[in-house]
């Protein structure tokens, strides 16, 4: 068991994943260990050009981090008409309100091109939390601080160019 464990850490691609969450700042106070088995919790799935992620108006169950590719997400006009709000990339992460609560989600994720995601779904959170606090407490705090930057941005914007609509930052 124990040479089995060696090997799967020890596995490049598993080094390569576990890097890739250390850079991101959900993730970035975490130890070695703990990214480990944030890496346990996540499902990784491959999404073609123009495959449709989520739509808007789906229950929220998880939250996305892209590690190759591009996701545009749109929310549809009062006329029904998709508006781009905007595009992610590598190390970026959307549908992050998921995590807090299982509602509609406001706008419509679709690849661009190829796109790696990988998702943390909110029952795999609130393992971590039950089984790990430290690493779901980390995770969550990171995110009230990173939802607290995108509300102060939006304020901001508002206030800068009033009449204008907000320039949405990655909405879930």
């Known amino acids: ?14 080094a390569k994943k576990k890097a890739f969450l250390k850079s991101l700042p959900l993730f970035q106070d975490l130890a070695g260990r ?20 989520f739509v808007e108006g789906d229950i929220g169950r998880a939250l996305f981090l892209v590690e190759t590719g591009c996701v545009e997400l749109t929310k549809r006009d009062p006329q029904g008409r998709p508006q781009r709000l905007v595009l992610l990339g590598p190390g970026d992460f959307f549908g992050e309100m998921a995590l807090l609560e299982e509602l509609p989600r406001s706008a419509t994720a679709v690849a661009t091109e190829k796109t790696t ?7 795999k959170l609130e393992a971590l939390l ?34 204008l609509q907000p320039q949405p930052v990655a909405p879930a």
């Open 34 to 53: 703990d990214v480990g088995h944030v890496l346990q919790a996540l499902h990784t799935r491959t999404y073609q050009e123009g495959e449709t992620v």
């Open 117 to 123: 995601l990988h998702l943390l779904y909110r029952t």
């Open 130 to 163: 039950q089984h790990q606090p430290r690493i779901g407490v980390t995770i969550l705090r990171h995110l009230a601080r990173l939802l607290s930057a995108r509300l102060r941005l939006t304020s901001q914007s508002l206030v800068a160019e009033p009449g």
């Open 1 to 14: 068991m124990l040479k089995l464990l060696r090997r799967f850490f020890a596995d490049p691609a598993f």
